[in-house]
Structures are given as C-alpha cells and as structure tokens.
Nanobody, 119 residues
Framework: QVQLVESGGGLVQAGGSLRLSCAAS????????MGWYRQPPGKQRELVASITSGGSTNYADSLKGRFTIARDNAKNTVYLQMSSLIPEDTAVYYC?????????????WGQGTQVTVST
C-alpha cells in the first residue's frame, strides 16, 4: 500500500507564493507518477501538474509559468511551488500517486490541503 501526506497549504495574499509537499510512504517502488489536482469551491477537481519517476512533467496549460512541480526521490517527496498566486487558485489541493500496472488501487490520494488566496 501507499500512503500520501500533504503539507504546506494555508492563507496567502494575492501575488504571494506557497510550496506544497507530498511525502509518500509504503510501497514506493509501485509508484509510477505523482502529481497534484485541485478542487476550487463548487467546482470539479482539475489536474494541476504531474511528474513521472523519470522526471517528465506535465502542467495544466493555464498554470504554466506560475506553478512548478519537482520531486526528491531520496525523500520520496513531491513538491508544488506556486507563485504569483491569484484568488482563483483558492482550492483544496490533492496529491496523488499513479501506481504501476498490477498494483491496486491504481490511484492513491492524499487527504488534501487547503490553499486560500486573499485579495
């Protein structure tokens, strides 16, 4: 099994920065990719960014240039650096791990961390 623990959320003023962390434990070898989704109030969950075990990254088009995803394999941790934050970035941010074929559940989610951007 895989467990994910997120940290780093909070309240920040518009224009500020935050860094989210997601630490993975358990069957680390089964993880193929990790990343972040977010769910704004009253809206559906949406992809923010992902990173594979090889370091390839993918971002939501609207967030390119402001958000950066990185991973520290030695610490089994994925980071999301968010800058130039705007109120529309307010959401619950969820870390996820996509596991290799044959491992179940295939997708594991963290508990979520609230990010609130004030005007």
């Amino acid at each position: 099994q895989v467990q994910l623990v997120e940290s780093g959320g909070g309240l920040v003023q518009a224009g500020g920065s935050l860094r989210l962390s997601c630490a993975a434990s358990g069957s680390i070898f089964s993880i193929n990719a990790m990343g972040w989704y977010r769910q704004p109030p009253g809206k559906q969950r949406e992809l923010v960014a992902s990173i594979t075990s090889g370091g390839s990254t993918n971002y939501a088009d609207s967030l390119k240039g402001r958000f950066t995803i990185a991973r520290d394999n030695a610490k089994n941790t994925v980071y999301l650096q968010m800058s130039s934050l705007i109120p529309e970035d307010t959401a619950v941010y969820y870390c996820y791990a996509n596991r290799r074929p044959g491992y179940y559940p295939n997708i594991v989610w963290g508990q979520g961390t609230q990010v609130t951007v004030s005007t």
